[in-house]
């Protein structure tokens, strides 16, 4: 498993606007604004509107003037930290002692050797040029920063050429790649939008195997090989990531608008609001936490939420994980930080009532589409980390919001929770046997492919069939029995 | 991919933690774990999600353990967590004989949904508080054996049996794992996840049968 924790921004300045309801994320985020600023009175909770769809916002509006001011109606601060990429905490001194919010996290949590280059091709402005910072900081941080800056410069641009290879070939008129790039993106922007055909997540699943399969073609090329050979500290992840930038940035708005859709349809979306208006009044412990663990305060909760927005403008999967990871990082570090009693070691008993209590002061519509968004376009192999199980842990407690009905035993799975979860699991399984037999790989896509288009008319439950889902249906029946039981025996 | 041979010499395999609140599930595998904490890990203080290497007869292991919330309420979120999983280990407090019941649904469940490939743990924890017992020890070794699980007696406090437990645990998931690599013949080695679920042969997309659907329970 790449460690693939704590590497990247959580300010992707590339990145792409998906569908979104809350304002773009002020660029520069603010570790530590001036004590008078701190009169956070409310937990900031963004608007739970309605998406709409495919409307990917200019990526201009947010290196305009205008980023500061949406820093949710607070002023500009003032804060004399704030060195361009590197106010997220790293560079850092200890927090003066005249500081009265403490920094969420202290550790290496977001230097990002791939923002620098990206923020540079991305031209955005920093809102704070780099000879605004005092000078007592500035020789410290100037300092660290030339040293791990050498040691990490060929690793960025063994990163940039990789970056560019790829996008050159992705550019290349007649190039194999190329031509299978375009003709991904324009099918998958097709697609999506007729709704009695591709509702539903099979079509992700389609994207994430067309990903693979890409990456395929990619490794097909011996120019690609070779430079694959003359760069050796890069993992699978950097091929991935690169796949990303020019494969999954120009759809990933639509996917977005996709995987709303889909969710309205299904009633997700209604069920988790009319929830939340049923659970937000619930301190932690009455969510399940035990007595006396700690919540995030006001400070660390608008922290997350500015988070959350970098995470919904990531078009990559990776990129949103990682931001996730940071997120379930300062929840902890707020239930050790913020608990009246001393245990400082929490498991899964508590931090998945945090979690949902930190969710029920969030935008829980732009959450679940990214949740999805992530779990069925994240390369499967990682999915079995830390990254796949926070994953897996927002996606229950979203679950368990949508799912709440305080009259029904809690061991209820519905239906339709057993299909959504027999649809994932297929997914992983038929891609991790295309990664193996990577040879046949692209024979399989066709092969499917053709067997959907025939079956366009059918219903999904006819195709499903057709592909292999007979032991989907054995699963749910045996889920089925198996509640049954269940059910008896309580 | 659930279990990944590289030509045979590493495994990685999921192992998810289960059992009510309170046993004592954070506690057994922090102290199995406490140190191998990676400071790169979100978790280094924390105990939700840990990752041990081993070595077991030459043969790298992987070991990735998922712990759950165990209280009622979160008791339909099962199978999100246990999905893919080659191992679960199920924890039960001795002394309160409702945590062995929840242990006994939970491998109901996890024998209707998963088959026989995964393999079950039972683990009597708290054994420093032997005097309060209210789980005896027959009952829950022949409840295990009943079931194809394996029995273990544990004390976090006291870090007694973990270490034999996880390495048990490794040894038995890696016959599986073993068993399964010669079923397939040579080569690929298999997730163990894929034989329930969707294979590809040659081209072909193909339904395999459901992998074990016995309900020993």
Same mark, same amino acid.
């Not at chain 1, 570790?31 to 309605?50: F, I, V």
């Not at chain 1, 890069?234 to 091929?239: A, T």
């Not at chain 1, 990933?252 to 299904?266: F, G, K, P, Q, V």
């Not at chain 1, 229950?396 to 519905?414: D, E, G, K, T, V």
């Given at each position: 498993?790449?460690?693939?924790?704590?590497?990247?921004?959580?300010?992707?300045?590339?990145?792409?606007?998906?569908?979104?309801?809350?304002? !773009?994320? !002020?660029?520069?985020?603010?570790?530590?604004?001036?004590?008078?600023?701190?009169?956070?009175?409310? !937990?900031?909770?963004?608007?739970?509107?309605?998406?709409?769809?495919?409307?990917?916002?200019?990526?201009?509006?947010?290196?305009?003037?205008?980023?500061?001011?949406?820093?949710?109606?607070?002023? +500009?601060?003032?804060?004399?930290?704030?060195?361009?990429?590197?106010?997220?905490?790293?560079?850092?001194?200890?927090?003066?002692?005249?500081?009265?919010?403490? !920094? %969420?996290?202290?550790?290496?949590?977001?230097?990002?050797?791939?923002?620098?280059?990206?923020?540079?091709?991305?031209?955005?402005?920093?809102?704070?040029?780099?000879?605004?910072?005092?000078?007592?900081?500035?020789?410290?941080?100037?300092?660290?920063?030339?040293?791990?800056?050498?040691?990490?410069?060929?690793?960025?641009?063994?990163?940039?050429?990789?970056?560019?290879?790829?996008?050159?070939?992705?550019?290349?008129?007649?190039?194999?790649?190329?031509?299978?790039?375009?003709?991904?993106?324009?099918? &998958?922007?097709?697609?999506?939008?007729? %709704?009695?055909?591709?509702?539903?997540?099979?079509?992700?699943? *389609?994207?994430?195997?067309?990903?693979?399969?890409?990456?395929?073609?990619?490794?097909?090329?011996?120019?690609?090989?070779?430079?694959?050979?003359?760069?050796?500290?890069?993992?699978?992840?950097?091929?991935?990531?690169?796949?990303?930038?020019?494969?999954?940035?120009? +759809?990933?708005?639509?996917?977005?608008?996709?995987?709303?859709?889909?969710?309205?349809?299904?009633?997700?979306?209604?069920?988790?609001?009319?929830?939340?208006?049923?659970?937000?009044?619930?301190?932690?412990?009455?969510?399940?936490?035990?007595?006396?663990?700690?919540? %995030?305060?006001?400070?660390?909760?608008?922290?997350?939420?500015?988070?959350?927005?970098?995470?919904?403008?990531?078009?990559?999967?990776?990129?949103?994980?990682?931001?996730?990871? #940071?997120?379930? #990082?300062?929840?902890?570090?707020?239930?050790?930080?913020?608990?009246?009693?001393?245990?400082?070691?929490?498991?899964?008993?508590?931090?998945?009532?945090?979690?949902?209590?930190?969710?029920?002061?969030?935008?829980?519509?732009?959450?679940? +589409?990214?949740?999805?968004?992530?779990? *069925?376009?994240?390369?499967?192999?990682?999915?079995?980390?830390?990254?796949?199980?926070?994953?897996?842990?927002?996606?229950?407690?979203?679950?368990?919001?949508?799912?709440?009905?305080?009259?029904? %035993?809690?061991? @209820?799975?519905? +239906?339709?929770?057993?299909?959504?979860?027999? @649809?994932?699991?297929?997914?992983?399984?038929?891609?991790?046997?295309?990664?193996?037999?990577?040879?046949?790989?692209?024979?399989?896509?066709?092969?499917?492919?053709?067997?959907?288009?025939? @079956?366009?008319?059918?219903?999904? &439950?006819?195709?499903?069939?057709?592909?292999?889902?007979?032991?989907?249906?054995?699963?749910?029946?045996?889920?089925? @029995?198996?509640?049954?039981?269940?059910?008896?025996?309580? | 991919?659930?279990?990944?041979?590289?030509?045979?010499?590493?495994?990685?395999?999921?192992?998810?933690?289960?059992?009510?609140?309170?046993?004592?599930?954070?506690?057994?595998?922090?102290?199995?774990?406490?140190?191998?904490?990676?400071?790169?890990?979100?978790?280094?203080?924390?105990?939700?999600?840990?990752?041990?290497?081993?070595?077991? $007869?030459?043969?790298?292991?992987?070991?990735?353990?998922?712990? $759950?919330?165990?209280?009622?309420?979160?008791?339909?979120?099962?199978?999100?967590?246990?999905?893919?999983?080659?191992?679960?280990?199920?924890?039960?407090?001795? $002394?309160?004989?409702?945590?062995?019941?929840?242990?006994?649904?939970?491998?109901?469940?996890?024998?209707?949904?998963?088959?026989?490939?995964?393999?079950?743990?039972?683990?009597?924890?708290?054994?420093?508080?032997?005097?309060?017992?209210?789980?005896?020890?027959?009952?829950?070794?022949?409840?295990?054996?009943?079931?194809?699980?394996?029995?273990?007696?544990?004390?976090?406090?006291?870090?007694?049996?973990?270490?034999?437990?996880?390495?048990?645990?490794?040894?038995?998931?890696?016959?599986?794992?073993?068993?399964?690599?010669?079923?397939?013949?040579?080569?690929?080695?298999?997730?163990?996840?894929?034989?329930?679920?969707?294979?590809?042969?040659?081209?072909?997309?193909?339904? $395999?049968?459901?992998?074990?659907?016995?309900?020993?329970?």
């Amino acid at each position: 498993m790449p460690p693939f924790l704590g590497l990247i921004r959580a300010q992707s300045a590339d990145s792409t606007h998906c569908t979104s309801s809350t304002p !773009p994320a !002020p660029e520069g985020v603010i570790l530590r604004r001036p004590s008078q600023d701190a009169t956070c009175s409310h !937990p900031h909770r963004a608007s739970t509107g309605s998406l709409p769809p495919s409307t990917p916002s200019t990526l201009g509006s947010l290196g305009t003037t205008g980023s500061e001011l949406q820093n949710h109606g607070s002023p +500009v601060p003032q804060s004399p930290h704030r060195v361009s990429w590197i106010e997220d905490g790293v560079w850092l001194p200890p927090p003066r002692p005249s500081s009265l919010l403490q !920094p %969420p996290m202290l550790e290496l949590d977001s230097l990002s050797i791939s923002s620098i280059e990206e923020e540079q091709e991305s031209h955005v402005p920093s809102p704070t040029p780099h000879h605004s910072s005092p000078h007592r900081l500035a020789d410290k941080v100037i300092n660290r920063l030339s040293a791990v800056g050498q040691a990490l410069g060929g690793l960025v641009s063994q990163r940039k050429r990789l970056n560019n290879r790829v996008q050159e070939m992705s550019e290349r008129k007649g190039g194999a790649f190329a031509e299978t790039v375009k003709e991904f993106v324009e099918m &998958t922007l097709k697609r999506g939008t007729d %709704p009695a055909r591709d509702m539903g997540f099979e079509f992700l699943q *389609e994207v994430r195997s067309s990903l693979t399969s890409l990456r395929e073609t990619l490794l097909d090329y011996p120019e690609f090989q070779s430079l694959l050979d003359s760069i050796t500290d890069l993992s699978d992840l950097e091929i991935e990531l690169s796949l990303h930038k020019v494969a999954l940035k120009p +759809v990933s708005a639509h996917l977005c608008s996709c995987i709303h859709t889909s969710r309205t349809n299904d009633g997700t979306f209604g069920r988790l609001q009319s929830n939340l208006r049923l659970l937000e009044k619930n301190s932690v412990e009455e969510l399940g936490g035990s007595l006396g663990v700690g919540v %995030p305060d006001c400070v660390s909760l608008e922290r997350i939420q500015q988070r959350w927005t970098s995470m919904h403008e990531a078009y990559s999967p990776d990129k949103k994980v990682q931001i996730l990871l #940071k997120v379930c #990082k300062s929840i902890y570090h707020s239930m050790s930080a913020n608990a009246s009693s001393a245990r400082t070691v929490f498991g899964a008993d508590d931090f998945l009532p945090c979690l949902t209590w930190v969710l029920l002061r969030s935008d829980v519509v732009t959450l679940q +589409v990214d949740t999805d968004y992530m779990m *069925e376009l994240l390369d499967p192999t990682q999915l079995q980390g830390e990254g796949g199980y926070y994953l897996t842990t927002i996606y229950a407690s979203l679950y368990y919001i949508s799912s709440f009905q305080p009259r029904l %035993p809690a061991r @209820q799975l519905s +239906v339709e929770a057993q299909h959504s979860l027999n @649809q994932w699991h297929r997914r992983r399984t038929l891609h991790c046997e295309q990664s193996r037999r990577s040879k046949h790989r692209r024979t399989i896509r066709r092969q499917a492919c053709q067997e959907r288009g025939s @079956q366009n008319s059918e219903t999904k &439950t006819g195709s499903a069939e057709e592909s292999g889902e007979a032991n989907d249906s054995v699963d749910i029946d045996e889920s089925q @029995q198996q509640m049954e039981s269940i059910r008896e025996a309580l | 991919m659930a279990a990944g041979g590289m030509g045979g010499k590493t495994y990685s395999f999921k192992v998810v933690l289960l059992g009510e609140g309170c046993v004592g599930k954070t506690s057994l595998v922090l102290r199995y774990c406490e140190n191998k904490f990676n400071d790169k890990h979100i978790t280094t203080l924390q105990a939700s999600f840990l990752t041990k290497k081993l070595n077991i $007869t030459g043969k790298r292991v992987n070991l990735a353990i998922w712990d $759950t919330a165990g209280q009622e309420r979160f008791h339909a979120l099962g199978p999100i967590y246990y999905r893919d999983s080659n191992g679960a280990i199920l924890v039960y407090d001795v $002394t309160d004989e409702d945590s062995f019941q929840k242990v006994k649904n939970w491998v109901k469940e996890l024998r209707k949904m998963l088959g026989n490939e995964i393999c079950l743990c039972i683990v009597g924890n708290k054994i420093d508080l032997d005097k309060d017992r209210h789980v005896s020890v027959e009952e829950a070794e022949s409840y295990a054996e009943s079931v194809g699980a394996k029995h273990y007696h544990t004390s976090a406090k006291l870090n007694k049996g973990i270490e034999e437990l996880f390495l048990d645990l490794c040894k038995r998931m890696m016959e599986t794992a073993q068993a399964e690599e010669r079923l397939k013949g040579n080569g690929a080695s298999q997730s163990a996840s894929s034989r329930r679920g969707v294979q590809i042969v040659d081209d072909e997309l193909q339904a $395999t049968p459901a992998g074990g659907c016995c309900s020993s329970g």
